[in-house]
């Protein structure tokens, strides 16, 4: 639900109507384990009978996602690809969608190999480039899925401009907004109608705890996604609604101080020649740093870059000290990830390449720690990689 206050967005991360709990002036909200609830009159129910239709944990987190991100309803779900799951499942048989060419894996997975069974077609374009948009709608598209920035090329989509061209054919607007979070991008606001996102990421922040969200602003939207998450049933634990909760409440420092280092990083590795590109929306070099600028308050803490051959990136994982290397993002540790063999492994080799997710392409995550501890140990792992390569490449001749 919308603010009502005046509220900076750091202030509201803590300053909300869960502050404190009216029962007992508890600073958190308590954690409710029950599974069902007594009734206490044969005809009116209470406002809660059984957990997975609602529960008071996951209704304070819900609510509070809801209004971080101006929407009017939340739902947390048992992981990201829960969310998106059951979001899809807003699409009937025979209906169309449109989707960002460079989605995460799991996305993809979810799209090519369970939708299309039950006859949801889809096709996959290229987001940033809205005359491809436009003719790639067919009569029965129902949907265009955003990722923006993209994962992991960190491609830029502009909400604005597709959320109105979806309008205009009554079609649904679905953005991730995993990367960004409302700290840096709300959706709603730019027109879409279902905002998603992996928790798991920046939301909770502690590598910790697995969870999905979603918010929306349309009243009837909210209604029908309700129905499908009682139905479908990937709700999550209450335990795992309190751990996001207590993240939720850093989001704005660890964002600052992430992507301030992801900047610095971006520079550094753009400047390196064993490094043949870096994808970061912040750098002024970007395709779309002005669309970025424009709809959203930063870049992010996620990059991307490519290495001079896979060869070269082996050694170079091997070398790092302080990187954990590890699926997943959006963490206190830096944490790099190789999404040929990890965030996008259920994608076939020549689906991968065709996108431009070589296996020399590494993605980057920026945590909490000194930005020149990391650097520093980019540039010795990355000098001994490029020993050991010139060593191997005069041995082979």
């Known amino acids: 639900m919308t603010s009502e206050n005046n509220f900076a967005f750091e202030t509201a991360l803590i300053h909300n109507r869960h502050k404190i709990d009216p029962a007992t002036g ?7 384990h029950a599974s069902t609830y007594h009734q206490f009159d044969i005809d009116q129910f209470g406002k809660y009978d059984y957990s997975r239709s609602l529960n008071p944990t996951r209704e304070a987190l819900e609510e509070i996602i809801a209004e971080l991100e101006e929407g009017t309803r939340g739902f947390a779900f048992s992981s990201g690809m829960a969310a998106i799951s059951t979001a899809f499942l807003l699409l009937s048989s025979g209906d169309h969608v449109i989707i960002s060419e460079d989605v995460y894996g799991g996305t993809y997975r979810m799209v090519t190999n369970v939708l299309n069974r039950f006859g949801i077609q889809h096709t996959f374009a290229d987001m940033t480039n809205l005359e491809n948009i436009r003719s790639a709608i067919q009569h029965n598209t129902r949907a265009f ?3 923006t920035p993209s994962n992991p090329l960190l491609k830029v989509s502009d909400i604005r401009e597709i959320s109105a061209i979806a309008r205009e054919i009554g079609a649904l607007t679905y953005v991730d907004n995993t990367f960004l979070t409302p700290a840096l991008q709300q959706p709603l606001s730019l027109g879409a109608d279902i905002v998603l996102h992996s928790a798991t990421k920046f939301l909770s922040g502690h590598s910790d705890v697995v969870a999905g969200l979603a918010a929306v602003k349309d009243p009837e939207i909210g209604e029908k996604l309700s129905f499908l998450q009682n139905s479908f049933g990937a709700v999550l634990g209450v335990q795992d609604a309190w751990l996001v909760m207590r993240g939720i409440k850093t989001l704005h420092v660890r964002m600052e101080h992430s992507m301030k280092s992801a900047h610095k990083m971006a520079e ?11 994808h970061y929306p912040g750098l002024p070099g970007h395709p779309q740093h002005r ?6 308050k930063g870049a992010g803490a996620v990059l991307s870059f490519e290495l001079q051959n896979e060869s070269l990136l ?8 302080l990187p954990v ?4 993002l959006g963490a206190v540790e830096t944490i790099l990830s190789y999404p040929a063999k990890m965030s996008h492994a259920a994608m076939p080799d020549e689906e991968r390449e065709r996108r431009g997710i070589s296996k020399s392409l590494l993605r980057l995550s920026l ?10 140990d980019f540039t010795l792992a990355l000098q001994q990689s490029e020993r050991e390569y010139l060593q191997t490449a005069v041995k082979e001749g």
Do not use: H, M, T, W
Not at 26 to 32: E, G, H, L, M, R
């Open 26 to 32: 508890a600073v958190c909200v308590p954690i409710q």
């Open 145 to 147: 899925y955003i990722e």
């Open 268 to 278: 550094f590795l753009s400047s390196l020649p064993s490094v043949k590109a870096v």
């Open 291 to 296: 669309i970025q600028s424009e709809q959203a």
């Open 314 to 321: 082996r050694s170079f994982v091997n070398q790092l000290q």
């Open 325 to 328: 290397f590890a699926v997943s």
């Open 367 to 376: 945590g909490l720690e000194n930005c020149d501890d990391l650097i520093r």
